[in-house]
């Protein structure tokens, strides 16, 4: 191993899916140096980031499309900052292979309801003015909260 790659503490990882075959989409995440394996077997299981617990939890495929090391932990979010311009750095979105691809576990599968029920029932919340995460009772977050959250 060379001094070099002895101080890459961090590895940023780009996961790409695709939503019915259409849109692609991407999720980018950070984990500690000689932990991606078992962060990818969390993602697949469900128990990763809110995102990909929906995509394994609604059985989609998804892809280890790259992977940066490094030892600056903000470069994650340089890459988030990327936004929509994530598919020109994406590897698959160029129509190369990707690292791996990965399967959600049998688990995962029925943790979340649908998005769309998700959207629903935050949608019923608000109509019935119920507090909701983005408002929080004895604090002005309703009076910033956008005007399609805000309890009439």
């Known amino acids: 191993m060379t001094?070099?790659?002895q101080c890459h503490q961090y590895t940023?990882?780009?996961l790409h899916w695709a939503s019915d075959?259409?849109?692609a989409h991407h999720y980018v995440g950070i984990t500690t140096k000689d932990r991606l394996p078992?962060?990818?077997r969390e993602h697949a299981s469900g128990?990763?980031?809110n995102l990909t617990?929906?995509?394994a939890s609604e059985g989609q495929p998804f892809a280890l499309a790259k992977v940066w090391y490094t030892s600056n932990p903000d470069f994650e979010n340089k890459v988030h900052r990327l936004g929509a311009c994530l598919k020109f750095f994406c590897p698959v979105c160029q129509g190369n292979t990707p690292i791996s691809t990965h399967r959600p576990t049998k688990k995962a599968a029925g943790l979340l309801?649908?998005?769309s029920s998700l959207k629903m029932l935050l949608a019923l919340e608000v109509t019935a003015g119920r507090e909701t995460h983005h408002q929080k009772k004895g604090s002005d977050a309703e009076a910033t909260a956008p005007p399609?959250?805000?309890v009439p």
């Open 3 to 5: 001094q070099t790659a």
């Open 12 to 14: 940023v990882y780009l």
């Open 21 to 23: 075959g259409l849109e």
């Open 38 to 40: 078992e962060r990818m």
């Open 47 to 49: 128990r990763g980031a």
């Open 53 to 55: 617990a929906r995509l």
């Open 113 to 115: 309801p649908p998005l």
């Open 148 to 150: 399609s959250l805000r």
